[in-house]
Nanobody, 118 residues
Framework: QVQLVESGGGLVQPGGSLRLSCAASGFTFSAYAMCWYRQAPGKERELVAC????????NYADSVKGRFTISRDNAKNTVSLQMNSLKPEDTAVYYC???????????WGQGTQVTVSS
């Protein structure tokens, strides 16, 4: 059974930091690119960052470059998103997604709420 379970969301003040984590199970984690998406109220879901296994630079949305860092631990089947210098416009539900490098399998987590507000 495939599972992607996000954690670490919450309420933070502007300028603050949060670290999101996603624990994966039920598939070969190292064979998947892992991504974070987000969806704000009334907006479409958008890509935040992606990281592949085995090297290569992660990809980031322009809106988060220099503030967010994605990382993965293939030994623990986890992917994380370190979010610094948070802004109110970063408020959204954040989703973890796994995409197979070969083929078209995709798996989504259930999402975790991030709210940036004073």
């Amino acid at each position: 059974q495939v599972q992607l379970v996000e954690s670490g969301g919450g309420l933070v003040q502007p300028g603050g930091s949060l670290r999101l984590s996603c624990a994966a199970s039920g598939f070969t984690f190292s064979a998947y690119a892992m991504c974070w998406y987000r969806q704000a109220p009334g907006k479409e879901r958008e890509l935040v960052a992606c990281i592949i296994s085995g090297g290569g630079s992660p990809n980031y949305a322009d809106s988060v470059k220099g503030r967010f860092t994605i990382s993965r631990d293939n030994a623990k089947n986890t992917v994380s998103l370190q979010m610094n210098s948070l802004k109110p416009e970063d408020t959204a539900v954040y989703y973890c997604k796994g995409v197979s490098i070969i083929g078209s399998r995709q798996y989504w987590g259930q999402g975790t709420q991030v709210t940036v507000s004073s």
